[in-house]
């Protein structure tokens, strides 16, 4: 399994409008072949974050996504990377899982 967590960091009085323009991503992530979960959100305590999730079942599905989604898959288009001040954003391979 593969997960991408991270963080973006948005100007706050951008990140509802940035959020909006993002549903079709994950819209599109979440019917994709592999994807297990697929999320952006705006954090519960500061103002100017939006909370990074996605999980694959494979590398693979997942640059299937990124070279066939949309825009090709591969980031935020050009006018969201230009409001993007700060990302934090990791790739995590999981060997096990179970509950907590």
Do not use: K
């Not at 990140?15 to 019917?31: E, G, H, I, K």
């Not at 997942?62 to 066939?68: A, E, G, K, M």
Request: include cysteine; aromatic fraction near 6%.
């Amino acid at each position: 399994m593969i997960i991408i967590a991270g963080t973006l960091r948005i100007e706050p009085a951008d990140r509802d409008s940035y959020l909006a323009t993002c549903q079709p991503v994950v819209t599109a992530a979440r019917s994709a072949p592999g994807c297990l979960d697929f999320s952006l959100g705006a954090d519960l305590v500061e103002p100017d974050r939006i909370n990074v999730h996605e999980r694959w079942e494979s590398e693979a599905d997942l640059l299937t996504f990124r070279d066939q989604g949309p825009a090709d898959g591969s980031g935020p288009s050009g006018e969201q990377l230009a409001q993007i001040r700060d990302a934090q954003v990791w790739r995590f391979e999981v060997s096990s899982v179970g509950p907590p």
